[in-house]
């Protein structure tokens, strides 16, 4: 395990940070809830920055993987930037303290509204389309405001993922196809308001195998130069994120950040700045969903463990077959019982009592983010543990905030 600064076993009871799972559920009274690590977010962001310590470059931690205000203070304290992809995620950036040259706005669908909005704030856009060029080219006259943007490039490559978020492939809907790169340089050369500062992709997320970094570095270092060719100040490559983590948590050669940068770096031009956005290996494995049982209900050929965490919290095991490593928080004895409905299928748990703390690992990247109303169920609270304290970082979505949208 990692030490003290994540989550780990120790005589047979769950520790995040120094303190103990069980103890923190007695404080905090409400089931379910997320529970992070401070420490664990740190160590994982100082992985990326002691393996880029030798190349120009800069860590914009992708918002959208866990967009607590708390959090994105930590990361904003220890120097990252942030990638967002809504007017509301660059607003909350924001009021985290980003500076707006910190910031980079990707997406595929930005509407008119957010598009004028990052402008006006001053922040760096992802091209994605010829209506993002025509938008931006419009908006940026009528304010009378330059704004510098990334090309988002589609490479053709397969990271081997779930086809849910492998996005850097022909016939993905993100990204300009390589032979559309020459019409889009076209039009932002007729397009004064439009600074060209870099390149950009994004292959896919939960990527295990960092050759994939290596060749996309390839192909965005063969535009980078093309572009200067052409008279573009490029300076920026971004290549995404999208390193996987170690769900399984037995894998100990598993892919790192060190991993990655020596893979981009085989392929790095000298006066290049790199970029990286790294989301679920910053705050993944900072995080858990911790629950409570509620029965177990036996069936023919296999049990249920019924806990009070459902998809409406954790929606990743229904949506991408995501199978998340689940644990009691306290030693149970009893008969193996096979299957945690529905947050896990098929494994084998002691059988426990009612009551007893079960937590599903490493939730804390897509896990809070992704959760609904589902079911007329109210988000949960979350939690943090830093420098030994126990902190209430959102507080639990109560029955009044949902019944406050509706005109009564
Ligand atoms: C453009 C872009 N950058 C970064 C990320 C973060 O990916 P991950 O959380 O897998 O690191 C995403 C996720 O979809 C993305 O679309």
């Not at 009871?13 to 303190?19: D, F």
């Not at 020596?262 to 956005?277: G, H, P, S």
């Not at 494995?285 to 177990?296: D, E, F, K, P």
Request: aromatic share 8%; proline share 4%; hydrophobic share 40%.
């Amino acid at each position: 395990m990692n030490g003290n600064q994540g989550f780990y076993v120790q005589d047979g009871y769950l520790y995040c940070a120094g303190l103990s799972v069980k103890e923190i559920q007695r404080q905090v009274e409400h089931s379910p809830f997320y529970l992070y690590s401070a420490s664990q977010m740190r160590q994982n962001y100082r992985s990326y920055e002691n393996a880029l310590d030798q190349i120009p470059a800069v860590i914009s931690y992708a918002v959208k993987a866990n967009s607590n205000l708390t959090i994105l203070k930590i990361l904003r304290d220890l120097g990252s930037w942030v990638t967002v992809v809504s007017g509301n995620e660059l607003r909350l950036a924001l009021a985290a303290g980003f500076e707006s040259k910190q910031m980079i706005l990707n997406g595929n669908g930005k509407t008119l509204h957010e598009l004028e909005y990052a402008i006006d704030v001053g922040v760096m856009i992802n091209i994605d389309s010829e209506f993002d060029v025509k938008h931006l080219h419009q908006i940026s006259q009528s304010i009378r405001k330059s704004v510098n943007v990334l090309l988002r490039l589609n490479p053709d490559i397969d990271p081997a993922v779930h086809p849910y978020i492998s996005t850097g492939l022909q016939g993905s809907k993100f990204g300009i196809q390589p032979q559309q790169v020459e019409p889009f340089l076209q039009n932002l050369d007729a397009a004064p308001l439009l600074n060209l500062v870099g390149i950009h992709s994004h292959l896919g997320s939960t990527i295990e195998n960092v050759d994939v970094f290596c060749q996309v570095s390839a192909v965005m270092a063969e535009y980078f130069v093309m572009m200067r060719e052409r008279g573009f100040p490029v300076k920026y490559i971004n290549i995404g994120g999208g390193l996987g983590i170690d769900y399984q948590r037995t894998r100990p050669g598993f892919a790192q950040p060190e991993d990655v940068v020596k893979a981009i770096q085989r392929e790095l031009l000298d006066d290049a700045i790199l970029i990286l956005e790294p989301g679920r290996s910053l705050v993944g494995n900072a995080g858990v969903l911790v629950c409570n049982v509620i029965g177990v209900k036996l069936g023919e050929t296999k049990n249920f463990i019924v806990v009070d965490g459902s998809m409406t919290e954790l929606i990743r095991p229904s949506l991408y077959q995501a199978e998340h490593q689940i644990a009691f928080i306290e030693p149970v004895v009893g008969p193996v019982c096979e299957s945690a409905d529905f947050l896990g299928k098929n494994r084998l748990l002691a059988t426990p009592d009612e009551r007893i703390g079960l937590v599903v690992y490493d939730t804390g990247a897509y896990g809070y983010v992704m959760s609904s109303n589902y079911n007329g169920r109210m988000r949960p609270p979350e939690y943090l543990v830093d420098d030994g304290q126990l902190i209430q970082i959102r507080r639990a979505e109560r029955f009044e905030d949902y019944l406050s949208l509706f005109d009564m």
